[in-house]
């Protein structure tokens, strides 16, 4: 089993950075990525950058160039850095842990862009 805390959410104004970060506990060592998902209400919920065990990252074009996902194995944290935030970045964003038993999901940090 695999435990996932996000946090870092919050609301900002448009152009503005936020941090998120997600602790994993557990089942580390069972995890082969990490990834940073979103949902916007109303909308399906969509990839928005992934980083493998061996430091791989793939982002979503929606936020290439403005987001950058890292890792730092002795804390089990995973982060997201989000510059130039847009209001359609508005959305929850939830990490995801894919492991050799399945993929595990945290509870989501809400991050509100305003124009």
């Known amino acids: 089993q695999v435990q996932l805390v996000e946090s870092g959410g919050g609301l900002v104004q448009a152009g503005g950075s936020l941090r998120l970060s997600c602790a994993a506990s557990g089942s580390i060592f069972s995890i082969n990525a990490m990834a940073w998902y979103r949902q916007a209400p109303g909308k399906q919920r969509e990839l928005v950058a992934l980083i493998t065990r061996g430091g791989s990252t793939n982002y979503a074009d929606s936020v290439k160039g403005r987001s950058t996902i890292s890792r730092d194995n002795a804390k089990n944290t995973m982060y997201l850095q989000m510059n130039s935030l847009k209001p359609e970045d508005t959305a929850v964003y939830l990490c995801?842990?894919?492991?050799?038993?399945?993929?595990?999901w945290g509870q989501g940090t809400q991050v509100i862009v305003s124009s």
């Open positions: 995801n842990a894919e492991s050799r038993d399945g993929p595990y």
